[in-house]
């Protein structure tokens, strides 16, 4: 197949791509840079289509936009440029397209108690003074890792649950949104927040999360993501099948963590063993998703940063062979 028949017949309504008309003209090869895991020998590829374009120009395009359109038209294989680009285009995942800005501000807060903290917000979440005092009331203080009472509020309101506006489900929308002013008013609460999960355990192990949606099929061996919001794991598969439902055309996520945060003890539900993951996380995809027999896909993620981009123990490497064998539970 060339990029002639590189055609995909649905009926699906996609959501418009919007947000690169404002990007920032730069050099094709800071263009091509956070896709280049994705393509095999893309560097050798940009060279060349930068010596072999149309250039100058007589439509006055520069060098680096001719070769964006040489390259588009270039054949190397299964991860041909067009190839891999169309794919994402066609996808109903819409967040890997565009790259958000990094959130920055609340670590130069000033830390205030929770109540402070929650007061922007308070008209967005039902009832917010009431689940404060009862975080505050039931959160673990005094706290073995020195954390305040507030502190431990934090994480502890992070993890309840009372409906459509229950903490958590208002900020990570926040988080995962375009618009970055918007979420200065959770400045304070993420100050006190991320304070806290500083002063607990870091964890490297692997950990599970899952969606009741199917996803798995937008991860692609090699691919980096991010996830800006603020993301719940277990160490237990159990806990994850439990919010999965039967598992059909569920996404379950086996993560390689290496910069968990165990809160296992400040949270409302002290089975769920639950480990998070901070704003602005990133992963590789190890290989391509497992589908398996009743639907569920088995997405394989290595956590990643700019000191270690290396797997867990060689132990660990695996255990994407063996989590493939684990049943995940049906209903009938």
Not at 53 to 60: D, L, N, T
Not at 133 to 140: G, L, S, V
Not at 245 to 264: D, H, M, R, V, W
Not at 285 to 305: A, C, F, P, R, Y
Request: aromatic share 10%.
């Amino acid at each position: 197949m060339n990029r002639f028949g590189d055609i995909e017949v649905s009926f699906k309504r996609l959501q418009p791509v919007y947000g690169y008309r404002s990007v920032e003209l730069v050099s094709i090869e800071k263009a091509l840079e956070p896709i280049q895991p994705q393509i095999d020998e893309l560097s050798y590829y940009i060279k060349i289509a930068k010596r072999n374009c149309h250039f100058p120009s007589e439509h006055g395009l520069s060098r680096d936009q001719s070769a964006a359109v040489y390259i588009y038209t270039m054949e190397w294989g299964d991860t041909t440029l067009y190839r891999v680009l169309n794919k994402a285009l066609r996808s109903e995942n819409r967040q890997a397209l565009k790259r958000l800005p990094p959130v920055y501000g609340y670590h130069a807060e000033k830390l205030v108690p929770i109540e402070k903290a929650l007061e922007p917000v308070e008209p967005q979440i039902d009832e917010l003074p009431r689940f404060i005092k009862i975080a505050k009331r039931n959160c673990h203080f005094p706290s073995e890792h020195g954390l305040s009472r507030d502190q431990s509020a934090a994480v502890y309101i992070y993890t309840m649950e009372w409906g459509d506006t229950t903490l958590y489900r208002v900020l990570n929308k926040a988080l995962r949104s375009e618009n970055r002013q918007a979420l200065k008013i959770w400045f304070p609460y993420l100050k006190l927040f991320d304070t806290a999960l500083d002063k607990l355990p870091t964890v490297k192990e692997v950990v599970w999360r899952g969606v009741s949606l199917d996803i798995g099929k937008n991860f692609i061996e090699n691919q980096i993501v991010t996830w800006w919001s603020i993301s719940s794991c277990s160490s237990l598969v159990k806990v994850i099948e439990n919010f999965i439902g039967n598992g059909k055309n569920a996404t379950l996520f086996l993560i390689e963590a290496i910069n968990g945060k165990k809160i296992a003890g400040y949270t409302e539900y002290e089975t769920e063993k639950e480990i998070i993951l901070r704003i602005g996380s990133q992963f590789r995809v190890k290989s391509d998703v497992l589908k398996q027999s009743n639907g569920t896909h088995l997405v394989h993620l290595i956590e990643i940063d700019d000191n270690d981009d290396q797997p867990l123990a060689s132990a660990m490497n695996d255990m994407h062979l063996a989590a493939a064998k684990l049943p995940i539970k049906t209903t009938s």
